[in-house]
């Protein structure tokens, strides 16, 4: 399946009193299209040269794993695509948010040692400076958060 991958470097993204403002000039959108997981990857090479761009490649290792963590959760798990919305705070904090179509409030748990997967969320809640989730009007939104260790 094609993505209709949109990944704009700048992107207008949606405001949320609760974030930090967002610096011109340093937001990414992209949308993805139910079940297309070949199209990570690609996202995943737009963060991190987005990331390169606003000055904190060193954010990148981790915010690339988070993301596709939480972007392979809704396409696996909600049947529908997912919208990834990722900005740098004017205080160099980034915070990513996938939106998807499912009504389940993701948690972490623990796996099974046997289990070959459902340990995503433990990785997002060990390695993010902050994570959460919460119901928008047509599902929900994952989102984490880091910040660079000198800012």
Do not use: Y
């Given at each position: 399946m094609e993505s209709q991958q949109r990944f704009g470097i700048g992107a207008e993204l949606p405001d949320?009193?609760?974030e930090p403002e967002c610096a011109p000039g340093h937001g990414l959108h992209a949308v993805l299209d139910p079940a297309d997981l070949a199209a990570i990857a690609p996202l995943r090479a737009a963060l991190r040269a987005a990331l390169g761009h606003?000055?904190?490649p060193e954010l990148a290792d981790t915010?690339?794993?988070?993301?596709?963590?939480?972007?392979?959760?809704?396409l696996q798990?909600?049947?529908?695509?997912?919208?990834?919305?990722?900005?740098?705070?004017?205080?160099?904090r980034?915070?990513?948010?996938v939106r998807d179509g499912g009504a389940q409030l993701p948690r972490p748990r623990r796996a099974p040692e046997t289990a070959t997967s459902g340990r995503?969320?433990?990785?997002?809640e060990v390695l993010a400076d902050g994570w959460g989730v919460r119901r928008h009007a047509?599902?929900?939104?994952?989102?984490?958060?880091?910040?660079?260790?000198?800012?």
């Amino acid at each position: 399946m094609e993505s209709q991958q949109r990944f704009g470097i700048g992107a207008e993204l949606p405001d949320d009193d609760r974030e930090p403002e967002c610096a011109p000039g340093h937001g990414l959108h992209a949308v993805l299209d139910p079940a297309d997981l070949a199209a990570i990857a690609p996202l995943r090479a737009a963060l991190r040269a987005a990331l390169g761009h606003w000055g904190v490649p060193e954010l990148a290792d981790t915010a690339e794993l988070l993301a596709s963590e939480l972007l392979a959760n809704a396409l696996q798990h909600t049947g529908g695509g997912a919208v990834l919305d990722a900005r740098l705070g004017t205080d160099r904090r980034l915070r990513v948010e996938v939106r998807d179509g499912g009504a389940q409030l993701p948690r972490p748990r623990r796996a099974p040692e046997t289990a070959t997967s459902g340990r995503g969320l433990l990785l997002v809640e060990v390695l993010a400076d902050g994570w959460g989730v919460r119901r928008h009007a047509d599902g929900k939104i994952t989102w984490f958060e880091l910040a660079p260790a000198h800012p």
